[in-house]
């Protein structure tokens, strides 16, 4: 078993995760349950177990990494993703809100759960034919997710996968993401 499964002190991941991720609710605004990771990543043993986990999409049976890049959606795709990057051995690309980005960028308008937003990346961020995983903190309506995917495509790239740490089911976000491998640490 690897740590990604058992964890330090043998927790399994589903333990880790409801062990460290708080949930706050009524944040950012009312009706909204917000999940906060940040005691996650005090945790090193537990936040070394997540980053495992949200790579293990870019590898192969073997470990080799089936990915040139991983995309982290802003902000705590950042938080999640470049850890996962550096632990594949590729690089990673930032995926930000609209006016982050200093040169030319593709961008997104897109439906969150409780407003609208754009998302952008930088034209040269993915290369024509690269394979990239896109990993974020949870996945709720699936919005920022199939905008990331659109971006990616723009760039001429192609999604490998998307792995998040969480994933509210009960919002069905994989209707917005037909044909796209979805990797969940935890489905809630």
Do not use: W
Request: proline fraction near 6%; aromatic fraction near 4%; hydrophobic fraction near 45%.
């Amino acid at each position: 078993m690897t740590l990604a499964e058992t964890g330090a002190g043998g927790r399994s991941l589903e333990e880790t995760l409801e062990r460290l991720v708080a949930d706050v609710p009524d944040f950012p605004e009312p009706g909204v349950g917000f999940k906060d990771i940040t005691p996650l990543l005090a945790d090193h043993a537990g936040f070394t177990q997540v980053v495992e986990a949200l790579a293990a999409p870019g590898r192969d049976a073997d470990g080799n990494p089936t990915v040139t890049k991983v995309l982290g959606m802003e902000s705590r795709g950042f938080i999640l993703g470049a850890p996962a990057a550096l632990h594949l051995g590729v690089g990673f690309v930032p995926v930000r809100k609209a006016g982050k980005l200093p040169r030319e960028t593709h961008a997104v308008s897109y439906s969150l759960e409780y407003g609208e937003a754009i998302l952008e990346i930088h034209t040269d961020a993915v290369a024509p034919g690269e394979r990239v995983l896109v990993i974020d903190d949870v996945l709720a309506t699936g919005g920022t997710a199939a905008a990331t995917i659109e971006l990616v495509e723009r760039c001429g790239g192609i999604v490998a996968g998307v792995s998040v740490l969480l994933e509210l089911g009960f919002l069905d976000p994989r209707s917005k993401l037909p044909g796209t491998q979805v990797h969940s640490l935890l489905v809630s």
